[in-house]
């Protein structure tokens, strides 16, 4: 029910809905997916989890936090010293997306261009629920339409890929104050 104000929501109960929904969004283009293996789970990152859950936020803020991370990262020379082996330039996405592959919290989110993959692990690892709620029976799938997604993204994706962490901070700061 909290998801159904920001997503459209399709239970499915049998083997026949399954395959109603897989006929529908499986092949339509311009889709991206993302499973979740509990259906209760909120899109969080990784880090998000970590920061709410180790209580950091009584210590620092989340850009601090993640800025923390990653310096920890650039600092490693057998790291720096590999990705100019293999002429690779770092930078914070890609530290990002390293912290993310290697478990570390991460400001990432895997989604992917195929259902299959979001129906992988969206049942990988599910456990039928303990409980008398409802909704430890039900795994998520989320559906995005790429087009859908606001044009400015890649453009601030691409600044703070050029010019990692101050860049992503200054936006945040400039859409704050926006508000």
């Not at 930078?91 to 259902?115: C, E, K, R, Y």
Request: charge should be negative; include cysteine.
């Amino acid at each position: 029910q909290d998801k159904e104000g920001f997503f459209e929501t399709y239970a499915v109960k049998t083997p026949k809905d399954l395959e109603s929904f897989y006929s529908v969004f499986a092949n339509k283009e311009g889709l991206i997916y993302r499973g979740v293996n509990e259906a209760k789970f909120h899109i969080y990152t990784s880090a998000q989890r970590f920061w709410l859950t180790d209580n950091l936020k009584l210590q620092s803020s989340f850009t601090y936090f993640i800025g923390k991370l990653l310096n920890k990262l650039k600092s490693d020379n057998t790291i720096i010293e590999y990705l100019k082996s293999t002429d690779v330039a770092y930078n914070d996405v890609l530290g990002l997306a390293m912290l993310q592959h290697f478990g570390a919290p991460s400001t990432l989110i895997d989604f992917s261009l195929d259902l299959n993959c979001a129906l992988f692990f969206a049942f990988d690892g599910m456990k039928k629920g303990n409980s008398y709620n409802e909704i430890d029976d039900y795994v998520s799938i989320y559906v995005v339409n790429r087009k859908s997604l606001d044009n400015s993204l890649l453009p601030n994706l691409t600044e703070m890929y050029a010019h990692g962490m101050e860049t992503g901070t200054k936006m945040i700061e400039n859409i704050r104050a926006e508000k």
